[in-house]
């Protein structure tokens, strides 16, 4: 089945403490990409990947990190989190610019 | 930065009733897309539309695009209490074709009542 995984789905964490989200997908996609969900102001991608070992920033990419070593993995790693890194993240894949298949998403809460 | 404006925010109709979404974007795109999200969860790709096309059909759904306003409307016929989502435009903008970021829209949430 043609899928994005994401783990861990919910995470609750504080401040100063490194996480990192993994994303992977099964399509052999090229393209992948995080988003963060906050309500008022839409899905806001925060990386993105067009290939492997090549990345690049989005709209809001202060505070977080990616890497792309594998073409199906897309880790989204957050140094040093802070309370207004609390969102719903989404990471997404697709064939450069056609219809991107989403993840379920991850609840992150920094306390 | 987020491109799309959609219209209405909110939207509530009775089981039956056809649902009318739209959607304006600011700058010239390569292809314009709709999805929906159940409340919490992922995004699903609903339909896809080019620049070069002005309407197209998928099972109850008809998009139109106007690029000539920069706008775009997702009609759902005969509404089903499953319909009941958020929906999104997002677009691909040309200068982003090589790239396919997509620029989301704020998104339209519809309450089907059965």
């Known amino acids: 089945e043609a899928q994005v995984t994401q783990n861990p789905r919910y995470l609750i964490t504080v401040t100063g403490k490194k996480l990192t989200v993994t994303c992977s997908q099964n399509?052999?996609?090229?393209?992948m990409s995080w988003y963060r969900q906050d309500p008022g102001l839409g899905l806001r991608q925060i990386y993105y990947s067009m290939n492997v070992e090549v990345t690049d920033k989005g709209d809001v990419p202060e505070g977080y990190k990616v890497s792309r070593k594998e073409k199906r993995n897309f880790p989204l790693i957050l140094e040093s989190p802070s309370p207004n890194q609390t969102s719903l993240y989404f990471c997404?894949?697709?064939?450069?610019?056609?219809?991107?298949?989403f993840g379920p998403g991850t609840r992150l809460t920094v306390t | 930065s987020q491109q799309g404006e959609e219209d209405p925010q909110a939207l509530s109709i009775q089981e039956g009733e056809n649902a009318t979404m739209n959607c304006s974007y600011k700058t010239s795109i390569n292809n314009l897309q709709w999805y929906r999200q159940n409340s919490g969860r992922g995004l699903v790709h609903l339909i896809l539309i080019r620049s070069n096309e002005r309407e197209k059909h998928s099972g109850r759904l008809r998009v139109t695009l106007d690029t000539s306003k920069k706008s775009s409307s997702l009609l759902i016929t005969a509404s089903r209490a499953a319909d009941t989502a958020s929906y999104f435009c997002?677009?691909?903008?040309?200068?982003?074709?090589?790239?396919?970021?997509?620029?989301f829209g704020q998104g339209t949430t519809l309450q089907v009542k059965p």
């Open positions: 997404a894949s697709s064939f450069r610019g056609y219809e991107q298949y």
């Open positions: 399509m052999n996609h090229e393209y």
């Open positions: 997002a677009t691909v903008s040309n200068g982003s074709s090589n790239t396919g970021k997509l620029i």
